[in-house]
């Protein structure tokens, strides 16, 4: 068996095996390291605490930076939490349930912002108030001043419309939409 070629020293079968096999133990034992660092969890627990405490201790458990306009924190609410192993995304969601605030996360900052404002349709109070009704009355006469019958009305800019009848008289409800 020649154990160097040109120098150099020639592994066996059996190292190369061996350091497959380390390779893929490594492998896998970081892979499951790595899970276990996402999946973070927090613990709180407080009465009227204000939120950059509470941003603070999840930072300290976490390594998680808070990113945030101070002003913002001025407008806020204190919270009262009771966190045990919840997981980031969890506590956030409690914290930040009854705030103004919301929150987004990129890798390990979470940026804290002003919920957008919820535009509220208006369509239903528009339908449920009654839109008036104008009741439209007239004579139509010709240039003597006699009533003319069968003479059509509508009115301009509409499909609303009516005829004079055998009394000469016309009559019919408009929806006014000022």
């Known amino acids: 068996m020649q154990l160097f070629i040109y120098g150099r020293p020639r592994l066996t079968h059996q190292i190369w095996l061996a350091m497959r096999i380390t390779f893929v133990l490594l ?14 969890t927090v613990n709180f627990s407080g009465k009227g605490v ?5 941003f603070t201790a999840i930072k300290n458990q976490t390594g998680i930076v808070f990113f945030y306009d101070v002003s913002l ?16 995304e969890t506590a956030l969601n409690e914290i930040f349930k009854d705030q103004s605030l919301t929150w ?10 002003k919920k957008p404002v919820q535009i509220i349709e208006t369509t239903a109070a528009i339908i449920s108030e009654p839109i008036p009704l104008i009741d ?34 016309y009559s019919c409800f408009y929806k006014c939409k000022h």
Do not use: H, W, Y
Not at 33 to 40: F, L, R
Not at 105 to 112: A, D, R, Y
């Open 50 to 54: 204000p939120l950059k405490k509470v």
């Open 104 to 113: 987004i996360m990129e890798n390990k900052t979470i940026t804290v912002i």
């Open 136 to 169: 439209v009355r007239g004579r139509i006469v010709n240039e003597k001043g006699e009533p003319v019958a069968g003479v059509t009305v509508t009115v301009k800019g509409s499909k609303v419309g009516t005829s004079t009848g055998d009394k000469k008289c």
């Open 27 to 40: 492998t896998a034992s970081f892979l499951q390291v790595s899970a276990a660092g996402n999946s973070q």
């Open 73 to 88: 924190l001025r407008e806020s609410k204190p919270v009262t939490l009771e966190l045990k192993n919840v997981s980031v």
